[in-house]
Structure formats: structure tokens, C-alpha cells
């Protein structure tokens, strides 16, 4: 409740934290091929002013670097939708918001469960509060958009455990939303893809539970072992993740902190021998080639130090990279339908996966944005300008939807 009154006081530190980031601006690559540059320049900069000015009221005392980012990100509250019955609830003790068409239908709807993206450490149902109405709209569908715990504060598997729990308890209850339970779909993006492919892995083969139709992960984080694939190092300073950040946050949700960082990213976190036993799924062998011409170079491994894998070992679980599921489970899998961009450091977790699964008899649809960078779907209607390409984006998912 103080931030708003801190805001005020602080409007020189804000001054200064422009400062910085105006000078820190042409660090920051935007390629040419990006839809809206200077749209996305223009975000970039309020984010990075966010960060510098949350930067400064840490050291200051006055409040974390985290919790000041959630706030700026938190997003304005919208009024009432003339077109969906709105509600928040909680399902198995997670907060949850569901959307309901207000028309009538010939029948039981299809139901959606929506995980949010941030990393695991930002957003929420206010902040995706756009897009899932969207969703709901476009596709006459019930949404269910869920508020995991995020990290630091919650580490792995907190986020998982309540995607899950959440997603059980609407399977349990799909009647009393009308929905068909032959149609039911798990979706997010980015850290939510993460959570989308983790649980829809857990339910597959459940015979307690309706089957899911399908999932929908739009530019997944799919694995924690190799921070040096083409497009880590093809988009590595693209806004609106960078490389760093992307390691930044899968630690945090591990282990709540970002000890290890520097290993992470030079790939000195997991022994030889377990990424040679990997390889066969997480290797840029498996990439197409057109997606090397940018610019990539081979990276020697390196072994790691028991100490640090001690710390970072549970990278190796499905649930919290679900590129590493064994076949038996990804042949469970049902109709997935993935998002990839190109100037985007997931990107080639998105392509990774895809071929696993097509690898396993999955039926996938694959959409690429060639213009889009990551992040794109939730700014499609930003602050009063859209970025057309996330439109786009998020048309292919309403569309494959209602194939479904």
C-alpha cells in the first residue's frame, strides 16, 4: 500500500534510473526482423527503468527488487465484460479466476486451464486478465487462469504442485462449469508452457482423471541443461528475455536464489556423462539448420564439480524440465499444438520438443512467429499500441482451439 506514496518521494531516484537506462540502451540488441522495433524499444525501456529504479529502492531498504517489479507489472484492473461471466475462486486452496461465456450453447463448452508466464517470479491473474478473456471470448470456451505461488518465496515444485492441484479439482468439477470433459486443455506461456507440459506429463496415462484433449505451450522453457543453444546465443541480449535472465529465473525457481549463475550459463552444472545421456533429446544436432544461419558455434562441455550439481541436480526431473521425460510418457502425451519465435532465447526448446514429440506419434501443430520475440502474446494490446505479430499469435491459438 506504501508504493504508490514511495513512487512520489522517489521521483529523483526515477530521474536517475532513466538515466541509466537510456545509456544502457544500445547494450541491448533489436534486430531489424523484429515486428514493432521501435515498439518493443519503447517497452524495453520502461522495463528496464522499472528494474533500475526497484535496483535502487532495494539497496535503499525500502522494498525488494521483486516485489517492486510484481507491483509495476501487476497490471490495471478492468471493468465488467458484457460477453463473460467473471469469478474469483479457489480450487483446492489456489486462486484461481474463472471465464464463462454469458451466451447460451447447443453444448458442454471446452475448458481450458491457463498457467501464466513471468519466469515463476512475476504475474498474475490481473496481469494475464487481457489475454485470458481473449481466449475466452474468441473461442467460446471456460478459462480458468490459475495464481501458483511464485518464486523466490516458493520454490520448486510449489508452482507445479498448484497447477496441478488446481487442474485435478476442475477435472473433478467440469459439470458444474458446463464443460465437456472430452474437451478439456492445458495452456501457457513461457514459464507456464513450463507448467503446462509438467502437468498435462503427470496426468498422462491417469485413468482417475478425464483425459486432457490437448496442450497448448507457447515459447516454452523446456530444459535447464544447455543455456548455449543456436538461439541462446542467436537472441541472447533480444528484449524481453535475455539469456542471463532466463537462468536467472529457472534458479530462482529451484533453488530461490542465483548462486550458481555463472556455471549455468557456461554450462558447468551437470557432469558429462548425464548430458551425453541426454544429448540424444537436448542437442542443437536436433535443431534444423536454417535456424543456425544467425550464427552459432559449437561449445565444448564442460564437467562440473559435485558441489555444484549437488545444488542444481534437480534439473533432471521431468517436472521441472519436461524435455527430459523418458518415451514411455511423451508417447502418453495428447494433440499438442506449440508456439516458437524466432528472436527468442526458447525458441529452440519449443523445436526440441517438437520433434520429441513428433519422434513419439504426438500429433503436433506447430506455429512460428518469424517476426516475434518473446513475451509477445500478453503485449498483442499494450498500454494503448499493439504488436500485430502477437495477434497473430494469438489468433493460431484461438483457431487450433476451435478445431479441437
Same mark, same amino acid.
Given at each position: 500500500?506504501?508504493? !504508490? =506514496?514511495? %513512487?512520489? @518521494?522517489? +521521483?529523483?531516484?526515477?530521474?536517475?534510473? /532513466? &538515466?541509466?537506462?537510456?545509456?544502457?540502451?544500445?547494450?541491448?540488441?533489436?534486430?531489424?526482423?523484429?515486428?514493432? !522495433? =521501435?515498439? %518493443?524499444? @519503447?517497452? +524495453?525501456?520502461?522495463?528496464?527503468?522499472? /528494474? &533500475?529504479?526497484?535496483?535502487?529502492?532495494?539497496?535503499?531498504?525500502?522494498?525488494?527488487?521483486?516485489?517492486?517489479?510484481?507491483?509495476?507489472?501487476?497490471?490495471?484492473?478492468?471493468?465488467?465484460?458484457?460477453?463473460?461471466?467473471?469469478?474469483?475462486?479457489?480450487?483446492?486452496?489456489?486462486?484461481?479466476?474463472?471465464?464463462?461465456?454469458?451466451?447460451?450453447?447447443?453444448?458442454?463448452?471446452?475448458?481450458?486451464?491457463?498457467?501464466?508466464?513471468?519466469?515463476?517470479?512475476?504475474?498474475?491473474?490481473?496481469?494475464?486478465?487481457?489475454?485470458?478473456?481473449?481466449?475466452?471470448?474468441?473461442?467460446?470456451?471456460?478459462?480458468?487462469?490459475?495464481?501458483?505461488?511464485?518464486?523466490?518465496?516458493?520454490?520448486?515444485?510449489?508452482?507445479?504442485?498448484?497447477?496441478?492441484?488446481?487442474?485435478?479439482?476442475?477435472?473433478?468439477?467440469?459439470?458444474?462449469?458446463?464443460?465437456?470433459?472430452?474437451?478439456?486443455?492445458?495452456?501457457?506461456?513461457?514459464?507456464?508452457?513450463?507448467?503446462?507440459?509438467?502437468?498435462?506429463?503427470?496426468?498422462?496415462?491417469?485413468?482417475?482423471?478425464?483425459?486432457?484433449?490437448?496442450?497448448?505451450?507457447?515459447?516454452?522453457?523446456?530444459?535447464?541443461?544447455?543455456?548455449?543453444?543456436?538461439?541462446?546465443?542467436?537472441?541472447?541480449?533480444?528484449?524481453?528475455?535475455?539469456?542471463?535472465?532466463?537462468?536467472?529465473?529457472?534458479?530462482?525457481?529451484?533453488?530461490?536464489?542465483?548462486?550458481?549463475?555463472?556455471?549455468?550459463?557456461?554450462?558447468?552444472?551437470?557432469?558429462?556423462?548425464?548430458?551425453?545421456?541426454?544429448?540424444?533429446?537436448?542437442?542443437?544436432?536436433?535443431?534444423?539448420?536454417?535456424?543456425?544461419?544467425?550464427?552459432?558455434?559449437?561449445?565444448?562441455?564442460?564437467?562440473?564439480?559435485?558441489?555444484?550439481?549437488?545444488?542444481?541436480?534437480?534439473?533432471?526431473?521431468?517436472?521441472?524440465?519436461?524435455?527430459?521425460?523418458?518415451?514411455?510418457?511423451?508417447?502418453?502425451?495428447?494433440?499438442?499444438?506449440?508456439?516458437?519465435?524466432?528472436?527468442?532465447?526458447?525458441?529452440?526448446?519449443?523445436?526440441?520438443?517438437?520433434?520429441?514429440?513428433?519422434?513419439?506419434?504426438?500429433?503436433?501443430?506447430?506455429?512460428?512467429?518469424?517476426?516475434?520475440?518473446?513475451?509477445?502474446?500478453?503485449?498483442?494490446?499494450?498500454?494503448?499500441?499493439?504488436?500485430?505479430?502477437?495477434?497473430?499469435?494469438?489468433?493460431?491459438?484461438?483457431?487450433?482451439?476451435?478445431?479441437?
Amino acid at each position: 500500500a506504501l508504493l !504508490p =506514496a514511495l %513512487l512520489l @518521494l522517489l +521521483l529523483p531516484l526515477a530521474a536517475l534510473a /532513466a &538515466a541509466a537506462v537510456l545509456l544502457g540502451l544500445p547494450g541491448y540488441d533489436i534486430p531489424p526482423g523484429v515486428n514493432q !522495433p =521501435a515498439k %518493443l524499444r @519503447l517497452v +524495453l525501456t520502461v522495463l528496464l527503468g522499472t /528494474a &533500475a529504479l526497484g535496483r535502487i529502492l532495494e539497496k535503499t531498504g525500502l522494498c525488494s527488487q521483486i516485489t517492486f517489479g510484481r507491483y509495476v507489472r501487476q497490471g490495471r484492473k478492468l471493468g465488467l465484460d458484457p460477453k463473460l461471466f467473471i469469478q474469483d475462486l479457489q480450487f483446492n486452496e489456489v486462486p484461481v479466476r474463472v471465464y464463462q461465456p454469458k451466451a447460451t450453447s447447443d453444448g458442454p463448452r471446452r475448458g481450458i486451464l491457463f498457467f501464466h508466464g513471468g519466469g515463476w517470479v512475476f504475474g498474475s491473474l490481473d496481469t494475464y486478465e487481457k489475454v485470458c478473456r481473449y481466449l475466452s471470448r474468441e473461442s467460446d470456451s471456460v478459462v480458468v487462469s490459475v495464481q501458483y505461488r511464485l518464486a523466490p518465496e516458493h520454490k520448486y515444485p510449489a508452482a507445479y504442485e498448484d497447477c496441478l492441484n488446481a487442474t485435478q479439482h476442475f477435472l473433478q468439477h467440469l459439470e458444474h462449469y458446463g464443460v465437456d470433459p472430452a474437451r478439456v486443455i492445458v495452456c501457457g506461456d513461457s514459464a507456464g508452457g513450463n507448467l503446462a507440459a509438467a502437468v498435462s506429463q503427470t496426468l498422462a496415462g491417469r485413468s482417475d482423471f478425464p483425459k486432457l484433449r490437448a496442450q497448448i505451450l507457447i515459447y516454452p522453457g523446456l530444459q535447464a541443461l544447455d543455456f548455449n543453444l543456436p538461439s541462446y546465443q542467436q537472441n541472447r541480449g533480444v528484449p524481453l528475455l535475455f539469456r542471463e535472465r532466463a537462468a536467472f529465473y529457472v534458479l530462482q525457481y529451484l533453488n530461490g536464489n542465483a548462486t550458481n549463475l555463472e556455471e549455468v550459463l557456461e554450462g558447468s552444472h551437470i557432469p558429462v556423462d548425464i548430458k551425453l545421456n541426454y544429448r540424444k533429446w537436448v542437442s542443437p544436432d536436433n535443431i534444423p539448420e536454417k535456424f543456425k544461419v544467425r550464427g552459432y558455434k559449437p561449445r565444448v562441455l564442460l564437467d562440473c564439480t559435485s558441489e555444484v550439481f549437488e545444488k542444481v541436480k534437480r534439473f533432471c526431473e521431468p517436472m521441472l524440465c519436461p524435455l527430459l521425460a523418458e518415451d514411455t510418457i511423451i508417447q502418453q502425451l495428447p494433440e499438442s499444438f506449440i508456439l516458437t519465435c524466432e528472436y527468442d532465447v526458447l525458441r529452440d526448446d519449443g523445436l526440441l520438443y517438437k520433434k520429441r514429440l513428433e519422434d513419439n506419434g504426438v500429433r503436433v501443430t506447430w506455429y512460428h512467429l518469424e517476426d516475434g520475440f518473446h513475451g509477445i502474446i500478453s503485449l498483442y494490446d499494450y498500454c494503448g499500441f499493439s504488436f500485430p505479430s502477437g495477434k497473430r499469435g494469438l489468433d493460431s491459438v484461438v483457431n487450433f482451439l476451435k478445431s479441437l
